[in-house]
């Protein structure tokens, strides 16, 4: 005995209702509980599908469907890794690879003037402000689309969120550092700066990237992660 579009399109529901709310994840519950549904059904044919929908979400323990969504999220989080990463080594090759010198050679002179670290920390600001800004606005636009039902894909209410918040995580470490320690960078050697100037540079091309970058190529990337994207964006 099969499912019904109408008994499938009740598992998509169900699924919302216990807060799964990207469509991928979505989808893979719903086959895993039709599947299951289905082997219920060859058991004891005369029960009813709440009472066999209800049954098989039973098996997934007390929590519910939340160990599915938390590994469905670190699978994505290596996979959106993947990708930023992908996307910041270009940076490393030419023609962009002389914008990543002119930044890096930038950073070495502003560190190299008195009073460096309270620009860096500055410019580390404005940049984590720029982040929880570009996060707000996804945000925003993902609970407009959760209120027409338009389906959201994972690696979608990833990309463009700054999930990882870089500049923001920095600069609050900084300047908890600076305070502590009084930190001044006129007393360090060469090396030191090199290496601030370094770890500076990949900073705002992580930034750049990630709030910039990815957003820009959200469709495309989407696409290649989701073979039915398009499909179901079309519906």
Same mark, same amino acid.
């Given at each position: 005995?099969?499912?019904?579009?109408?008994?499938?399109?009740? /598992?998509?529901?169900?699924?919302?209702?216990?807060?799964?709310?990207?469509?991928?994840?979505?989808?893979?519950?719903?086959?895993?509980?039709?599947?299951?549904?289905?082997?219920?059904?060859?058991?004891?044919?005369?029960?009813?599908?709440?009472?066999?929908?209800?049954?098989?979400?039973? =098996?997934?323990?007390?929590?519910?469907?939340?160990?599915?969504?938390?590994?469905?999220? =670190?699978?994505?989080?290596?996979?959106?890794?993947?990708?930023?990463?992908?996307?910041?080594?270009?940076?490393?090759?030419?023609?962009?690879?002389?914008?990543?010198?002119?930044?890096?050679?930038?950073?070495?002179?502003?560190?190299?003037?008195?009073?460096?670290?309270?620009?860096?920390?500055?410019?580390l600001l404005i940049l984590a402000v720029f982040e929880m800004v570009?996060?707000?606005?996804?945000?925003?636009?993902?609970?407009?689309?959760?209120?027409?039902?338009?389906?959201?894909?994972?690696?979608?209410?990833?990309?463009?969120?700054? =999930?990882?918040?870089?500049?923001?995580?920095?600069?609050?470490?900084?300047?908890?550092?600076?305070?502590?320690?009084?930190?001044?960078?006129?007393?360090?050697?060469?090396?030191?700066? /090199?290496?601030?100037?370094?770890?500076?540079?990949?900073?705002?091309?992580?930034?750049?990237?990630?709030?910039?970058?990815?957003?820009?190529?959200?469709?495309?990337?989407?696409?290649?992660?989701?073979?039915?994207? =398009?499909?179901?964006?079309?519906?």
């Amino acid at each position: 005995m099969k499912l019904t579009e109408i008994q499938i399109t009740n /598992l998509y529901q169900f699924t919302r209702q216990h807060f799964v709310y990207h469509y991928d994840v979505q989808t893979e519950l719903v086959d895993h509980l039709a599947n299951d549904i289905e082997g219920i059904w060859e058991e004891n044919p005369k029960i009813s599908f709440e009472e066999a929908r209800d049954k098989s979400f039973k =098996k997934f323990g007390i929590f519910g469907f939340m160990d599915v969504i938390e590994a469905k999220q =670190k699978q994505m989080n290596k996979r959106y890794w993947k990708i930023l990463l992908r996307f910041v080594k270009e940076w490393f090759t030419l023609p962009k690879l002389i914008t990543t010198l002119l930044i890096f050679l930038s950073v070495f002179c502003i560190v190299q003037i008195p009073f460096a670290e309270i620009a860096i920390v500055s410019v580390l600001l404005i940049l984590a402000v720029f982040e929880m800004v570009a996060a707000y606005r996804i945000r925003k636009k993902h609970k407009a689309k959760e209120k027409t039902d338009e389906k959201i894909f994972l690696l979608e209410a990833m990309i463009g969120t700054t =999930k990882n918040s870089f500049t923001g995580f920095t600069f609050l470490h900084l300047f908890n550092f600076m305070n502590l320690t009084k930190f001044d960078f006129s007393g360090l050697n060469m090396y030191w700066l /090199l290496l601030i100037a370094a770890i500076v540079t990949l900073l705002i091309i992580f930034f750049y990237v990630a709030n910039y970058v990815l957003p820009q190529k959200a469709e495309e990337l989407l696409q290649e992660t989701y073979p039915e994207y =398009k499909l179901v964006k079309n519906v």
